[in-house]
């Protein structure tokens, strides 16, 4: 089993940058792939980004393909989340999750879950 902390979170204002990090412990990450998940108030948990165990297979929502960048160190047993040119519709909760079958995680049908980290983008 793992344990998965997210951080980075807080305010910011449209058009600025945030690095969330996932911060992995009880088990090392590279037994599973992991992904980014948010959720806005009164809204379902939406997929953001997904990443395989080796970082050979990346996927991106399409709301933020091309301002987000999702990594890992399987070293330091965590996984990132850059997030450039930020938009008042990125205001959400963001999750971190890990799944132990899937090659590439893009639905919530995962194992684990982070408890989540706020992100308001407002002016």
């Known amino acids: 089993q793992v344990q998965l902390v997210e951080s980075g979170g807080g305010v910011v204002q449209p058009g600025g940058s945030l690095t969330l990090s996932c911060a992995a412990s009880?088990?090392?990450?590279?037994?599973?792939?992991m992904s980014w998940f948010r959720q806005a108030p009164g809204k379902e948990r939406d997929f953001v980004a997904a990443?395989?165990?080796?970082?050979?297979?990346?996927a991106y929502a399409d709301s933020v393909k091309g301002r987000f960048t999702i990594s890992r160190d399987n070293a330091k047993n965590t996984v990132y989340l850059q997030m450039n040119s930020l938009k008042p519709e990125d205001t959400a909760v963001y999750y971190c999750?890990?799944?132990?079958?899937?090659?590439?995680?893009?639905?919530?049908?995962?194992?684990?879950w982070g408890q989540g980290t706020q992100v308001t983008v407002s002016s």
């Open positions: 009880g088990r090392t990450i590279f037994s599973y792939a």
């Open positions: 990443i395989s165990r080796n970082g050979g297979n990346i």
């Open positions: 999750a890990a799944d132990s079958v899937r090659m590439i995680a893009v639905t919530t049908q995962v194992d684990f």
